[in-house]
């Protein structure tokens, strides 16, 4: 079974870390995904803000659930580079990350993924990535 029925048939708990972290799929499809999760307290960091990785890594996810649903047959995904501009940080609440694939070549896929607070859509980070298709 793809990774994608999983999804649709599992939902979080088709991936490990979507489990471990809290996070709902909301939906994908047509090179787009939607991601959620909660902000919890063992998120922060030493200042009290959450942790900036889990920003990226979210949008990272976001980013390839996105890819995934362009894939052709057999192909697989590897990140070549991954960028995340911090605009805004969260102590509370939920965020919600969304992922767009920007071009899909032969070989190299770029995307890009964004990270907003849900409660009024804040701009809190913005992730590009480039992946090679295996």
């Given at each position: ?11 979080r708990d088709a991936n490990p870390f979507f ?105 809190l980070s913005r992730t590009t990535a480039s992946f090679v298709?295996?």
């Amino acid at each position: 079974m793809s990774y994608l029925e999983e999804i649709k048939r599992q939902g979080r708990d088709a991936n490990p870390f979507f489990v471990m972290m809290g996070i709902d799929v909301v939906s994908f499809g047509q090179g787009q995904a939607e991601l959620t999760m909660e902000v919890r307290p063992e998120m922060m960091n030493g200042a009290g803000w959450m942790q900036g990785g889990l920003f990226t890594a979210l949008c990272d996810e976001a980013m390839a659930l996105a890819l995934f649903t362009v894939l052709e047959e057999g192909e697989g995904i590897a990140t070549v580079s991954e960028s995340t501009s911090f605009v805004q940080g969260v102590r509370k609440g939920y965020i919600s990350a969304t992922g767009r694939v920007i071009r899909k070549g032969r070989r190299i896929v770029f995307t890009e993924g964004e990270a907003v607070r849900k409660s009024d859509g804040a701009l809190l980070s913005r992730t590009t990535a480039s992946f090679v298709i295996v």
